[in-house]
């Protein structure tokens, strides 16, 4: 059992999701992005067991020093990005001072990687590596509903045209692993509306299916 709840954050309308179990109290958050006012308010009751990062564009980790003083919570991120959360030419913010300005925050405390299983909120993720938009661009798996960052969008991908994008490897981490789950799993991506990978195997012009 996994409950979503959406909130779209800061300047660039990135999708955080905050999810619960079967226990109400219990949650995890995926990219709390900038200005998480809302966010924060939400989780104020709630006992956050993680943090877990896609990757670490300042727009998806924009938050994560807020909430996790807040809820002494951990975050988790993938090891080809573990220096980006303290370096903001990496992450990006260095780059839009007019968002707001360079945004650091301390290292993540767990990495992540290809085929691991993280046991939270009663649930089982398991983590996709799918890079591309950026080295360390993760999915994560729970039962139908894939948490896929700015891979794979609503009849669309991610840029990739930032540091360390790569535009074979996007389509490759497309086709071969997220194009291989089932045609009902449920995309919650980064930015914008919820779809299904049957559908972007039928109507993505960017990745069309084999």
Not at 112 to 135: C, D, M, R, Y
Not at 182 to 199: A, L, M, Q, S
């Amino acid at each position: 059992m996994l409950r979503v709840e959406t909130f779209n954050l800061g300047p660039l309308q990135t999708n955080a999701y905050l999810l619960r179990g079967e226990d109400d109290l219990k949650a995890v958050v995926i990219d709390p992005g900038m200005n998480p006012a809302a966010l924060m308010r939400r989780v104020e009751h709630l006992h956050v067991e993680a943090i877990l990062l896609t990757h670490a564009h300042f727009d998806h980790m924009g938050g994560v020093e807020e909430l996790r003083k807040a809820k002494g919570c951990p975050v988790y991120l993938h090891d080809l990005e573990a220096d980006w959360l303290t370096d903001a030419k990496h992450n990006g913010s260095a780059m839009w001072s007019d968002l707001g300005g360079p945004i650091t925050t301390d290292p993540a405390e767990f990495a992540l990687a290809q085929g691991q299983t993280l046991s939270l909120i009663g649930n089982e993720f398991k983590v996709l590596h799918t890079p591309g938009h950026s080295p360390g661009s993760v999915s994560f798996l729970c039962g139908k509903d894939l948490f896929a960052g700015d891979v794979l969008f609503r009849e669309g991908v991610g840029r990739t045209d930032l540091y360390g994008g790569r535009q074979g490897d996007l389509v490759d981490s497309i086709r071969l692993k997220l194009y291989k789950l089932p045609d009902e799993t449920v995309v919650y991506p980064g930015h914008g509306p919820r779809t299904k990978i049957g559908y972007e195997k039928a109507n993505n012009p960017f990745v069309p299916a084999f």
